[in-house]
């Protein structure tokens, strides 16, 4: 079935750099993508979205970039900071179609 | 209530045992989705409900899973006789509409089949 992927599970960057986790998805029909973020014995936390009309968009810390032609999307954090640590799940869907896709997840993991 | 809210947090049940687990959603959110989170994995796609009704069920891992919901708020979840495979955390989540709009996640519901 159709499904997103990350490429890296997990990732450590150190304090103050900045991250990107990386999503590649196989539904080319896919036009709504979202990032969560998920701390241990929480619910996904909403971070990000993006729409298939747009190929990037900022948030505070956060930018997601789109690339419809490779079908890959990921995730910047600029400045990482400790609370940053976390899984990240990339997520798609048709906004026609209810049915939200989630990858596996990436670790990310701060160094002080 | 101020976000999604799902009881129990945490449950233990035995082998054959059937288990009902709830989510009480954001006030006048309409859409309501259930996923399924093992351990360190990804989320895998159960049922929704739009209003009352479930447009997909088609993520049910089986027949010994069904979900509800009444008056276009609460919604059970109910696994019967579970099985040591059905472990895992139980996610809630709910959108004003669509999931064009965002959606927010309850905290989840731990259960574990012994």
């Known amino acids: 079935g159709e499904s997103v992927g990350l490429h890296l599970p997990t990732l450590s960057v150190q304090e103050g750099d900045n991250s990107i986790i990386n999503c590649a998805y196989s539904?080319?029909?896919?036009?709504?993508f979202i990032w969560y973020k998920q701390e241990s014995g929480k619910g996904p936390q909403f971070i990000i979205d993006?729409?298939?009309?747009?190929d990037k968009r900022q948030g505070q810390r956060v930018t997601v970039l789109l690339n419809k032609t490779v079908k890959h999307l990921s995730l910047q954090i600029a400045a990482t900071q400790p609370g940053d640590s976390a899984v990240y799940f990339c997520?798609?869907?048709?906004?026609?179609?209810?049915?939200?896709?989630f990858g596996p997840g990436t670790s990310l993991s701060v160094i002080p | 209530g101020a976000g999604v809210s799902q009881s129990p947090s945490n449950k233990v049940t035995e082998k054959g045992k059937d288990v009902e687990l709830r989510c009480d959603p954001i006030?006048?959110?309409?859409?309501l989705y259930w996923y399924r989170q093992s351990l360190g994995q990804g989320l895998e796609f159960l049922i929704y409900?739009?209003?009352?009704?479930?447009?997909?069920k088609s993520g049910l891992p089986s027949d010994r899973f069904s979900a509800e919901r009444t008056g276009g708020s609460v919604s059970t979840l109910t696994i019967q006789r579970t099985q040591q495979e059905d472990s895992a955390v139980y996610l809630c989540?709910?959108?004003?509409?669509?999931?064009?709009?965002?959606?927010?996640f309850g905290q989840g519901t731990r259960l574990t089949v012994v």
């Open positions: 989540a709910s959108s004003l509409g669509l999931w064009g709009t965002e959606a927010f």
């Open positions: 539904n080319s029909a896919s036009d709504y």
């Open positions: 993006i729409r298939s009309n747009m």
């Open positions: 997520a798609e869907t048709e906004t026609s179609y209810d049915k939200v896709i």
């Open positions: 006030s006048g959110h309409t859409a």
């Open positions: 409900f739009q209003g009352n009704s479930a447009p997909d």
